[in-house]
């Protein structure tokens, strides 16, 4: 992937019973309003569940993978958690994409599409988002910005200035699932301490304030 001071502060406090089992979750059913799941949501699904699933795709020949992130490049890198699906016959030039899948949860790898659409991403701004949350919650966006990276938690923001200071009222947002191995932690060009920070392209999906990385790219 070509995959961040008072501002000081304020970054850093933003990222900074009994013992019976629970019974089992019973089947999620298809298609219903707010249940449409990324890969780190699966935990308690049941094997043979019907699921909608959201989320970036390597796609090859004879197998696709779900990856909880994608590391665009020569030789892709999906980071977990990934889920496998046989190899669709979809109109998509392109060996990465989102895709929109309902099927059936077959194990905690392997997932059986009764029906696969591609989804293309929002363009839009970040004080376009920061206005209409509601609207484009659960939805698939594309945002430029400049990323301000602490470890693995991250602020996308709309406009810094000398020395990566966010501009006096810019837009910006809680970005989670930055792989820790990501090579993008190196590409950000700019550090204040122990905060890396560059302009990027981010592709995501916003759940409430926080948008989900599908995969991002380092601008020059």
């Given at each position: 992937?070509r995959?961040?001071?008072?501002?000081?502060?304020?970054?850093?406090?933003?990222?900074s019973s009994c013992?019976?089992?629970a019974p089992?979750?019973p089947?999620?059913a298809?298609n219903?309003a707010?249940?449409i799941?990324?890969?780190?949501?699966?935990?308690g699904i049941g094997?043979?569940?019907?699921?909608?699933?959201l989320a970036p795709a390597l796609?090859?020949?004879?197998n696709?993978?779900?990856?909880?992130?994608?590391?665009?490049?020569?030789e892709?890198?999906?980071?977990q958690p990934?889920?496998?699906?046989?190899?669709?016959t979809?109109a998509i030039?392109?060996n990465i994409a989102?895709l929109?899948?309902?099927?059936v949860?077959?194990?905690?790898?392997?997932l059986e599409p009764?029906t696969?659409?591609?989804?293309?991403?929002?363009?839009?701004?970040?004080?376009e988002?920061?206005?209409?949350l509601?609207v484009?919650?659960?939805?698939v966006?594309?945002?430029n910005?400049?990323?301000l990276?602490?470890?693995?938690?991250?602020?996308?923001?709309?406009?810094?200035?000398?020395?990566g200071?966010p501009?006096a009222n810019?837009?910006?947002?809680t970005?989670a699932?930055?792989p820790?191995?990501?090579?993008l932690i190196?590409?950000?060009?700019n550090q204040?301490g122990n905060?890396?920070?560059g302009p990027?392209s981010?592709?995501?999906m916003?759940r409430?304030?926080?948008?989900?990385?599908?995969w991002?790219?380092?601008q020059?």
């Amino acid at each position: 992937m070509r995959f961040w001071p008072l501002w000081l502060l304020v970054l850093t406090l933003g990222l900074s019973s009994c013992g019976a089992s629970a019974p089992p979750l019973p089947p999620v059913a298809p298609n219903q309003a707010n249940q449409i799941l990324l890969l780190n949501e699966l935990d308690g699904i049941g094997a043979n569940s019907t699921i909608t699933i959201l989320a970036p795709a390597l796609i090859s020949e004879s197998n696709t993978i779900l990856a909880g992130a994608l590391e665009p490049g020569a030789e892709p890198i999906a980071y977990q958690p990934v889920l496998s699906i046989p190899a669709q016959t979809l109109a998509i030039t392109s060996n990465i994409a989102v895709l929109r899948i309902n099927g059936v949860l077959k194990s905690p790898t392997e997932l059986e599409p009764i029906t696969v659409k591609p989804i293309e991403p929002t363009n839009i701004s970040l004080g376009e988002l920061n206005q209409n949350l509601a609207v484009y919650n659960n939805q698939v966006l594309r945002l430029n910005g400049t990323l301000l990276l602490k470890d693995q938690a991250a602020l996308l923001v709309e406009e810094v200035g000398s020395g990566g200071v966010p501009t006096a009222n810019a837009a910006q947002i809680t970005v989670a699932q930055i792989p820790s191995q990501s090579p993008l932690i190196q590409q950000l060009p700019n550090q204040q301490g122990n905060i890396r920070y560059g302009p990027i392209s981010l592709v995501g999906m916003l759940r409430g304030k926080t948008l989900h990385v599908f995969w991002v790219e380092a601008q020059p």
